[in-house]
T-cell receptor, first 113, second 115 residues
Framework: AQTVTQSQPEMSVQEAETVTLSCTYD???????LFWYKQPPSRQMILVIR??????QNATENRFSVNFQKAAKSFSLKISDSQLGDAAMYFC??????????FGAGTRLTVKP | KAGVTQTPRYLIKTRGQQVTLSCSPI?????VSWYQQTPGQGLQFLFE???????NKGNFPGRFSGRQFSNSRSEMNVSTLELGDSALYLC??????????????FGPGTRLTVL
């Protein structure tokens, strides 16, 4: 079964600085999708960024980018120019082609003013 | 478009009772997935429904069940509640769900407390 590991339960970053959240996963599949979701204190999960495993190019969404290393099964999220509104729980997720979805345990990000 | 809605938002039940939670997906979305979120276990996949059929199922006991109606609205039911069922139950919808690429849109969740 696929597993997703986020080794950093908590991270802290200074406003305007850059922070990287780590995620590794285990799978025997070659085609799958990876996601980073954000869950602010209000609890509604929001998609931050998505990566398709067959694409070698790392996904980017404004201040958010990923470092996807398929051979290493690593999928880290980089947040540049951190803002107070970035404070949230961040979940890394793996989704197989048949829609089996697995989440990591989450990383709580604190942004210091 | 209106987002995913879940009712009720909060629920308190006692052990042994049963509960039904409701999820209305975004209009046009046909796939609905349910997740259980607890501090100890994190986010765990319960099941996914597509066109009124359960397409995927997580590793939960048979006390957890669900269904989907022709309008894509979904309900999940938990029978014989246990204290460990206390959790935030999240519903997520996606357009077709036939490709893992589809973005899932999450609802605000139902907070279930079992006493």
């Amino acid at each position: 079964a696929q597993t997703v590991t986020q080794s950093q339960p908590e991270m802290s970053v200074q406003e305007a600085e850059t922070v990287t959240l780590s995620c590794t996963y285990d799978t025997s599949e070659s085609d799958y999708y990876l996601f980073w979701y954000k869950q602010p204190p209000s609890r509604q999960m929001i998609l931050v960024i998505r990566q398709e495993a067959y694409k070698q190019q790392n996904a980017t969404e404004n201040r958010f980018s990923v470092n996807f290393q398929k051979a290493a099964k690593s999928f880290s999220l980089k947040i540049s120019d951190s803002q107070l509104g970035d404070a949230a729980m961040y979940f890394c997720a793996y989704r197989s082609k048949n829609n089996d979805m697995r989440f990591g345990a989450g990383t709580r990000l604190t942004v210091k003013p | 478009k209106a987002g995913v809605t879940q009712t009720p938002r909060y629920l308190i039940k006692t052990r042994g009772q049963q509960v039904t939670l409701s999820c209305s997906p975004i209009s046009g979305h046909r796939s609905v997935s349910w997740y259980q979120q607890t501090p100890g276990q994190g986010l765990q996949f319960l099941f996914e429904y597509f066109s009124e059929t359960q397409r995927n199922k997580g590793n939960f006991p048979g006390r957890f069940s669900g269904r989907q109606f022709s309008n894509s609205r979904s309900e999940m039911n938990v029978s014989t509640l246990e204290l460990g069922d206390s959790a935030l139950y999240l519903c997520a919808s996606s357009p077709m769900g036939t490709s893992g690429r589809d973005e899932q849109f999450f609802g605000p969740g139902t907070r279930l407390t079992v006493l």
